[in-house]
């Protein structure tokens, strides 16, 4: 699964990375992002990228409970263009959601190290989302979800899964504006390379998704 990131890019960086022109509303560089908290999505509108703030637990248009996003903060890319919450999604609202690193958890004789891992080439990419929205309350609640995969060759010590990972000349044909059928979009999952990762081993101080400074990443000496 992937449950805990980094994006520490600055504004303008972005903009340039993902070819959008407007400026991003309440951006700010994050150390730790958690599960429900506002994470940045790129998505396609048919005319322009846009990058915004949403959800991070998806919570489906037709769901009565929006706690249900909380269950939801990853999907299987093998199985979602199967699934009753994530098929229309597969088909039409695929979105960017955009990182710099990820963290995950090594289990070891004294308990479970975290390590900080990374593209060895790219200081900036996006991990292969969903997004819907739902409006069950007041104001619509935009969310999304991460696509995982079987961990490739560098994170599979560490764990059985990772985040889909976009390669940088594939990031726009995956917020293509044009409607998929959600097989599609699995067979787009399944022809990616993978990037080769990096990673490190990094404080505890992490666990805690309270804390949110530059301790999070400092790699233990």
């Known amino acids: 699964m ?18 959008i022109s407007r400026p991003i509303h309440g951006y700010e560089p994050r150390y730790n992002i958690a599960p429900g908290q506002q994470v940045l999505a790129v998505i396609h ?11 991070w637990g998806l919570v489906p248009s037709w769901s009565k409970d ?15 263009h199967e699934k009753p919450s994530y098929r229309k999604l597969m088909s039409r609202k695929r979105c960017l959601i955009a990182a710099d690193s990820f963290y995950e958890w090594k289990k070891t004789g004294s308990g479970k190290q975290p390590l900080r891992i990374q593209p060895e080439d790219r200081t900036l990419f996006a991990f292969a989302g969903l997004w819907d929205q739902w409006k069950g309350g007041g104001e ?20 059985d899964r990772m985040p889909v990972i976009l ?16 097989h599609q979009a699995k067979e787009f999952l399944d022809q990616l390379t993978m990037d080769d990762l990096s990673m490190y081993e990094v404080s505890t101080h992490v666990n805690s ?5 530059e301790a999070c990443i400092r790699p233990l000496t």
């Open 167 to 182: 390669p940088q000349d594939q990031q726009d044909d995956w917020i293509i504006p044009v409607q998929w059928e959600a």
């Open 209 to 213: 998704a309270k804390n949110e400074d």
């Open 2 to 19: 992937c449950g805990r990131y980094t994006l520490l890019a600055e504004e303008a960086e972005i903009l340039r990375e993902f070819g």
């Open 140 to 159: 619509p609640l935009y969310t999304c979800t991460i696509l995982t995969q079987e961990a490739n060759e560098d994170v599979a010590p560490v764990h």
């Open 66 to 80: 929006p706690k249900i996003g909380y269950k939801m903060i990853n999907a299987r890319s093998e199985t979602a």
């Open 45 to 55: 509108d048919g005319r322009e990228k846009r990058a915004g703030l949403m959800k």
